[in-house]
C-alpha cells in the first residue's frame, strides 16, 4: 500500500514546513458605529483562536441544489437526506490536516488544540503575542460607548497554503452586529443578546373600530382582505404530514390572550390554540418584559400565520423556533446549529461575536446549560422577519451562513425573509459612506441580509392605496414603511434571476450614479416577491393596533407556500422546497399579481419603482394562489 501511516505523516510534515507566503484574509475599513480603540491586548493573555474550516464541495453547492430546485431539473423535488447534506460538505481531512500541521510546526502543541465534534473547527488556545504572530495582526481591545468591550483586529492574513482551507477566523475582525427586527427608529449598537429590543414594525397606535369587511381593506387588513387579495380559499388535506416554522428571537414573544383577541375576531375554530413551541438555546416565551416592542412582532406573525393556514376549522398547527435565552439571545447561525447539526461549532454558534455562545449559564444567572445542535427537523416552510444590513458582517461570515440555506433548500426546506422596511436604506434607516461604515446621512444604498443570500426567498411590501379595495392592483408600500430592494455587494446574480434583472436593467435603468448603487448588473437583486404589508389589524397587550411592515408580508408569503406544500403533500408529491428557481422561469408567469405603482425611497432618494415585470421593489409581485397552487400541480 502506497498510503502507510508513515507515507502520510511526512506528506503533513511536508506540507507544514513547506515556505508559504502569506496573503491577506480579511480585512475591516473602519470600526462599527459606536466603538473605538481603547488600547493595544495584553501580549501574556490568552485567546481560544478559532478557524473555521472551508467545506468540501460548497463550489458545487448551487450546482446541486439546482439539480433538485430547477423545475426543469429530472431530479425536481429529489430533496436530500441531512445525512448526505452533512458527509457532502464536511470539511476534507485535507483541510483539517493542513490547519493542524501550520500550528503544530509554529508551535502550538497538539494538547492545546480541539477539533469540533462536526470538524468544522479547530480551536487553538494561544497567547495574544502567539496569536500575532500566527496572523500577522495586532490584537486591540475596543470599547462601546455603553462600555461593553470585545478583543479584535483591524485584518489579519493567513499563509497562502493555510488560506485557501479557512473560511474565517475568530476572533478577528468580526464585531457585535446588532439583530434587529424589521422596523423601527435608530438606537445604539447593543449585545446580540437582545436582538431587537425597542424597535419593531411600526404601528400607527390602537383604534377602536374594527372592520371585518372587504370594504376597508385600503385603512384595515384583516385575514379576510389577505385572502380576498391572493385568492388564499383552501383546507387543509394533509397537516399530519405538513409543517409551517415561524422563527421569534427571545426577547420578543408572543402573547396567548392576544392571539386569543385576535382569534374571536377572526378565526373562532382557533381560540385557545397556540403554536407549538421548539425551544431553542434556551429560547423561552418570556413574560417579565412586555408592550408593543416585545410583542409586537410575534403578535403579527402568529396571528396571520396561525389564521391563514386554518380556514374555517383548526388542521394545520404552526411551529414556533424561539430562539435565544433571556441574558444573551441569539442569531441567525444558532436557529441554523438547532436545524442542521452539522453546521454546528464548539459552543453552538458560528462567530461568538456574531452569535449566541451556548451554554452561557457559566456566565449569566438563569443562562441556558446546553447547546441546541441539531435538535430539531426544519419544517417545510421556516418565515422569519428579522434581518441585518449586508454591511453589518463580513463577506466570509455572510457566505458561510448563506451556504447553509442552500443546505436547507438541498433538504426541501423552503426559506422565507422579510426584504426591510426602509427602502434602499438599511435598518434604522442608515445608509454606505464610500468607506463602507454606515451612518443616517449616507448617500449609498444599504442592501439587507439574508435577503440578498440567492438562497432565500426574499419577500418585500404592498399596499392597497388609499380609497382603493382589494379588487384594484396593490401598489408597493408606502405608508409608514418602504419595501427594502436593491442590488447586493456581496452575492453575485443567480443564474435563476439572470433574465429578470437583465430585463429591468434594459427596460427601466434607474439613474442614479454608479457610486451609490451596485449597478454592475452581476449581483443578487431583491426582493424576490412581496406582499401587502400596510394598516394590519394586529391584537398587542389587549387592544387592536394597526401595524406596517414587511415583517406582515413574510407570514403571509410563508402561509400561502404552506398550503401549496399541503395540497401537494396530499397527491404524495415533495414540499416545493427552494422556490427561486420555479417561480422566475417561464412556467412560472403570470402567478403573480404585478406590481407596477410606487416606489421604494430612502437614502435622500425616491429609491427603485416598481414597474412591469421584475423589479427591485415588489420583485416578481404579489401571489395568486390558485395560480400557484395549480403549476405547483402539475410540476413532478
Ligand atoms: C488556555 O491556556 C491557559 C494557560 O494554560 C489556561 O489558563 C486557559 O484556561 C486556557 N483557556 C482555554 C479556553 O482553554
Ligand atoms: C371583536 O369581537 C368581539 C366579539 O365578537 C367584539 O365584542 C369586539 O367588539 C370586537 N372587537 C372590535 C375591536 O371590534
Ligand atoms: C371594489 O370596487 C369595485 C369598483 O368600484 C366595486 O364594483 C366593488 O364592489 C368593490 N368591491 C368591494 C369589496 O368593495
Ligand atoms: C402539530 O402537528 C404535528 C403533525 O400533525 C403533530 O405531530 C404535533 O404533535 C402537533 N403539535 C401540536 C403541539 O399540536
Ligand atoms: C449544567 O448541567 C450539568 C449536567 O447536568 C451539571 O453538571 C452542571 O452543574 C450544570 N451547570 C450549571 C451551571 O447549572
Ligand atoms: C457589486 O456586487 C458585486 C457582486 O455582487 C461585488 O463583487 C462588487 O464588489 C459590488 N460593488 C460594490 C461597489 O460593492
Same mark, same amino acid.
Given at each position: 500500500?502506497?498510503?502507510?501511516?508513515?507515507?502520510?505523516?511526512?506528506? $503533513?510534515?511536508?506540507?507544514?514546513?513547506?515556505?508559504?507566503?502569506?496573503?491577506?484574509?480579511?480585512?475591516?475599513?473602519?470600526?462599527?458605529?459606536?466603538?473605538?480603540? $481603547?488600547?493595544?491586548?495584553?501580549?501574556?493573555?490568552?485567546?481560544?483562536?478559532?478557524?473555521?474550516?472551508?467545506?468540501?464541495?460548497?463550489?458545487?453547492?448551487?450546482?446541486?441544489?439546482?439539480?433538485?430546485?430547477?423545475?426543469?431539473?429530472?431530479?425536481? &423535488?429529489?430533496?436530500?437526506?441531512?445525512?448526505? %447534506?452533512?458527509?457532502?460538505?464536511?470539511?476534507?481531512?485535507? $483541510?483539517?490536516?493542513?490547519?493542524?500541521?501550520?500550528?503544530?510546526?509554529?508551535?502550538?502543541?497538539?494538547?492545546?488544540?480541539? @477539533?469540533?465534534?462536526?470538524?468544522?473547527? @479547530?480551536?487553538?488556545?494561544?497567547?495574544?503575542?502567539?496569536?500575532?504572530?500566527?496572523?500577522?495582526?495586532?490584537?486591540?481591545?475596543?470599547?462601546?460607548?455603553?462600555?461593553?468591550?470585545?478583543?479584535?483586529?483591524?485584518?489579519?492574513?493567513?499563509?497562502?497554503?493555510?488560506?485557501?482551507?479557512? =473560511?474565517?477566523?475568530?476572533?478577528?475582525?468580526?464585531? *457585535?452586529?446588532?439583530?434587529?427586527?424589521?422596523?423601527?427608529?435608530?438606537?445604539?449598537?447593543?449585545?446580540?443578546?437582545?436582538?431587537?429590543?425597542?424597535?419593531?414594525?411600526?404601528?400607527?397606535?390602537?383604534?377602536?373600530?374594527?372592520?371585518?369587511?372587504?370594504?376597508?381593506?385600503?385603512?384595515?387588513?384583516?385575514?379576510?382582505?389577505?385572502?380576498?387579495?391572493?385568492?388564499? %380559499?383552501?383546507?387543509?388535506?394533509?397537516?399530519?404530514?405538513?409543517?409551517?416554522?415561524?422563527?421569534?428571537?427571545?426577547?420578543?414573544?408572543?402573547?396567548?390572550?392576544?392571539?386569543?383577541?385576535?382569534?374571536?375576531?377572526?378565526?373562532?375554530? @382557533?381560540?385557545?390554540?397556540?403554536?407549538?413551541?421548539?425551544?431553542?438555546?434556551?429560547?423561552?416565551?418570556?413574560?417579565?418584559?412586555?408592550?408593543?416592542?416585545?410583542?409586537?412582532?410575534?403578535?403579527?406573525?402568529?396571528?396571520?400565520?396561525?389564521?391563514?393556514?386554518?380556514?374555517?376549522?383548526?388542521?394545520?398547527?404552526?411551529?414556533?423556533?424561539?430562539?435565544?435565552?433571556?441574558?444573551?439571545?441569539?442569531?441567525?447561525?444558532?436557529?441554523?446549529?438547532?436545524?442542521?447539526?452539522?453546521?454546528?461549532?464548539?459552543?453552538?454558534?458560528?462567530?461568538?461575536?456574531? =452569535?449566541? @455562545?451556548?451554554?452561557?449559564?457559566?456566565?449569566?444567572?438563569?443562562?441556558?446549560?446546553?447547546?441546541?445542535?441539531?435538535?430539531?427537523?426544519?419544517?417545510?416552510?421556516? $418565515?422569519?422577519?428579522?434581518?441585518?444590513?449586508?454591511?453589518?458582517?463580513?463577506?466570509?461570515?455572510?457566505?458561510?451562513?448563506?451556504?447553509?440555506?442552500?443546505?436547507?433548500?438541498?433538504?426541501?426546506?423552503?426559506?422565507?425573509?422579510?426584504?426591510?422596511?426602509?427602502?434602499?436604506?438599511?435598518?434604522?434607516?442608515?445608509?454606505?459612506?464610500?468607506?463602507?461604515?454606515?451612518?443616517?446621512?449616507?448617500?449609498?444604498?444599504?442592501?439587507?441580509?439574508?435577503?440578498?443570500?440567492?438562497?432565500?426567498?426574499?419577500?418585500?411590501?404592498?399596499?392597497?392605496?388609499?380609497?382603493?379595495?382589494?379588487?384594484?392592483?396593490?401598489?408597493?408600500?408606502?405608508?409608514?414603511?418602504?419595501?427594502?430592494?436593491?442590488?447586493?455587494?456581496?452575492?453575485?446574480?443567480?443564474?435563476?434571476?439572470?433574465?429578470?434583472?437583465?430585463?429591468?436593467?434594459? *427596460?427601466?435603468?434607474?439613474?442614479?450614479?454608479? &457610486?451609490?448603487?451596485?449597478?454592475?448588473?452581476?449581483?443578487?437583486?431583491?426582493?424576490?416577491?412581496?406582499?401587502?404589508?400596510?394598516?394590519?389589524?394586529?391584537?398587542?397587550?389587549?387592544?387592536?393596533?394597526?401595524?406596517?411592515?414587511?415583517?406582515?408580508?413574510?407570514?403571509?408569503?410563508?402561509?400561502?407556500?404552506?398550503?401549496?406544500?399541503?395540497?401537494?403533500?396530499?397527491?404524495?408529491?415533495?414540499?416545493?422546497?427552494?422556490?427561486?428557481?420555479?417561480?422566475?422561469?417561464?412556467?412560472?408567469?403570470?402567478?403573480?399579481? *404585478?406590481?407596477?405603482?410606487?416606489?421604494?425611497?430612502?437614502? &435622500?432618494?425616491?429609491?427603485?419603482?416598481?414597474?412591469?415585470?421584475?423589479?427591485?421593489?415588489?420583485?416578481?409581485?404579489?401571489?395568486?394562489?390558485?395560480?400557484?397552487?395549480?403549476?405547483?400541480?402539475?410540476?413532478?
Amino acid at each position: 500500500m502506497l498510503c502507510s501511516p508513515v507515507f502520510l505523516a511526512l506528506l $503533513s510534515l511536508a506540507v507544514s514546513v513547506q515556505a508559504s507566503p502569506y496573503v491577506l484574509h480579511e480585512k475591516r475599513s473602519h470600526l462599527p458605529a459606536g466603538w473605538t480603540t $481603547s488600547r493595544r491586548h495584553d501580549a501574556a493573555e490568552h485567546l481560544p483562536l478559532r478557524f473555521g474550516l472551508r467545506q468540501s464541495n460548497v463550489d458545487q453547492l448551487d450546482a446541486l441544489l439546482m439539480d433538485v430546485a430547477d423545475p426543469e431539473s429530472p431530479n425536481y &423535488g429529489a430533496h436530500w437526506a441531512p445525512e448526505k %447534506v452533512a458527509a457532502t460538505f464536511a470539511p476534507s481531512k485535507a $483541510s483539517v490536516d493542513a490547519v493542524r500541521a501550520w500550528l503544530l510546526a509554529e508551535g502550538v502543541p497538539a494538547a492545546k488544540m480541539k @477539533i469540533a465534534p462536526g470538524k468544522g473547527w @479547530i480551536q487553538a488556545n494561544v497567547t495574544v503575542a502567539h496569536a500575532e504572530r500566527l496572523l500577522r495582526t495586532t490584537y486591540n481591545v475596543y470599547t462601546h460607548a455603553g462600555g461593553e468591550q470585545h478583543v479584535g483586529c483591524e485584518k489579519y492574513d493567513l499563509p497562502e497554503h493555510v488560506a485557501s482551507h479557512v =473560511d474565517l477566523v475568530t476572533p478577528s475582525i468580526h464585531f *457585535d452586529a446588532v439583530l434587529r427586527k424589521r422596523g423601527g427608529a435608530a438606537v445604539p449598537a447593543k449585545k446580540i443578546g437582545l436582538p431587537g429590543v425597542g424597535i419593531s414594525p411600526k404601528t400607527t397606535g390602537a383604534f377602536s373600530t374594527l372592520f371585518t369587511e372587504l370594504q376597508h381593506c385600503d385603512t384595515q387588513i384583516t385575514p379576510v382582505c389577505l385572502r380576498a387579495l391572493y385568492g388564499l %380559499v383552501y383546507q387543509p388535506l394533509a397537516s399530519s404530514k405538513n409543517s409551517f416554522g415561524i422563527v421569534e428571537y427571545t426577547p420578543q414573544a408572543y402573547v396567548q390572550s392576544d392571539l386569543d383577541m385576535f382569534n374571536k375576531n377572526f378565526s373562532t375554530a @382557533i381560540v385557545g390554540k397556540s403554536p407549538n413551541l421548539v425551544s431553542i438555546d434556551g429560547g423561552v416565551v418570556q413574560n417579565v418584559q412586555t408592550g408593543f416592542d416585545y410583542n409586537g412582532e410575534s403578535n403579527l406573525d402568529l396571528q396571520y400565520a396561525m389564521n391563514l393556514v386554518n380556514f374555517a376549522g383548526y388542521k394545520q398547527n404552526v411551529t414556533l423556533y424561539q430562539v435565544g435565552d433571556i441574558p444573551q439571545g441569539a442569531s441567525f447561525n444558532n436557529l441554523l446549529d438547532a436545524l442542521d447539526g452539522s453546521f454546528c461549532t464548539f459552543e453552538g454558534g458560528d462567530d461568538p461575536l456574531n =452569535d449566541g @455562545i451556548y451554554p452561557d449559564s457559566d456566565s449569566y444567572p438563569n443562562g441556558f446549560n446546553g447547546t441546541s445542535c441539531g435538535i430539531t427537523k426544519p419544517a417545510n416552510v421556516i $418565515s422569519t422577519s428579522y434581518g441585518y444590513n449586508e454591511a453589518d458582517l463580513s463577506p466570509f461570515y455572510t457566505a458561510r451562513q448563506c451556504a447553509e440555506y442552500a443546505k436547507l433548500g438541498l433538504m426541501g426546506v423552503t426559506v422565507v425573509y422579510s426584504s426591510g422596511d426602509n427602502g434602499v436604506a438599511g435598518n434604522s434607516d442608515l445608509c454606505l459612506n464610500a468607506d463602507g461604515s454606515q451612518t443616517e446621512d449616507g448617500a449609498i444604498f444599504n442592501p439587507s441580509f439574508p435577503s440578498t443570500c440567492p438562497y432565500v426567498t426574499a419577500i418585500g411590501a404592498t399596499q392597497v392605496s388609499p380609497g382603493q379595495n382589494v379588487t384594484d392592483p396593490e401598489s408597493a408600500c408606502e405608508q409608514v414603511i418602504y419595501s427594502g430592494g436593491g442590488f447586493s455587494n456581496y452575492f453575485a446574480l443567480p443564474a435563476y434571476q439572470k433574465a429578470a434583472v437583465a430585463g429591468y436593467l434594459k *427596460d427601466h435603468k434607474p439613474s442614479y450614479a454608479a &457610486g451609490i448603487w451596485n449597478s454592475t448588473g452581476g449581483s443578487r437583486a431583491y426582493p424576490d416577491i412581496s406582499a401587502n404589508g400596510a394598516n394590519y389589524v394586529v391584537a398587542v397587550n389587549g387592544k387592536f393596533a394597526r401595524v406596517f411592515g414587511t415583517s406582515a408580508s413574510a407570514p403571509v408569503v410563508g402561509a400561502i407556500l404552506t398550503m401549496v406544500n399541503d395540497a401537494r403533500l396530499a397527491v404524495g408529491k415533495k414540499p416545493i422546497g427552494f422556490i427561486n428557481p420555479s417561480i422566475y422561469s417561464a412556467f412560472f408567469a403570470g402567478a403573480f399579481n *404585478d406590481i407596477t405603482q410606487g416606489g421604494n425611497q430612502g437614502c &435622500g432618494t425616491p429609491g427603485f419603482a416598481a414597474v412591469p415585470g421584475w423589479d427591485p421593489v415588489t420583485g416578481l409581485g404579489t401571489p395568486s394562489f390558485p395560480k400557484l397552487l395549480a403549476r405547483w400541480l402539475l410540476l413532478p
